[in-house]
């Protein structure tokens, strides 16, 4: 369900807001990516904390591309889409909720750019298995 609400949500922002070519693929790479780094920052702190060490880059980029093909493989049918949007899902029949936790994901997700190195460091110098 949540899945489907952040790409429809997507999807509206880039096809009412900032008009795209093909909203469709963008709203399926932005909420691949969104997906991705979200289980990539989960597995950086479990490694981290368990095994000392964090993902390669190598390992991050594989699972963004499973994320996005396992993404384009359910979101490019077009039933899908057209259930999707005919549905226009969101949390708890509430559309300033949803617009809310839609943007705190997105923020969350984007703004762990800037803020995961960090923390992995500060994980990796204070392990305690060294």
Not at 30 to 42: D, H, K, M, N, R
Request: net charge positive; with cysteine; charged share 10%.
């Amino acid at each position: 369900m949540m899945m489907k609400v952040l790409f429809y949500y997507y999807y509206l922002f880039y096809n009412k807001l900032f008009p795209e070519a093909d909203p469709q693929l963008t709203a399926i790479l932005v909420l691949s990516f969104s997906e991705s780094t979200l289980i990539i920052i989960s597995l950086n702190f479990v490694f981290g904390y368990l095994f000392c060490s964090v993902l390669t880059k190598y390992y991050m980029t594989g699972i963004t591309l499973i994320i996005v093909l396992v993404n384009s493989l359910f979101y490019l049918t077009p039933k899908n889409i057209k259930d999707i949007i005919k549905a226009k899902p969101n949390f708890y029949g509430n559309h300033r909720l949803t617009v809310a936790l839609v943007g705190f994901f997105f923020i969350l997700t984007i703004s762990s750019l800037f803020w995961m190195s960090s923390l992995s460091d500060f994980i990796l110098k204070n392990c305690p298995k060294k």
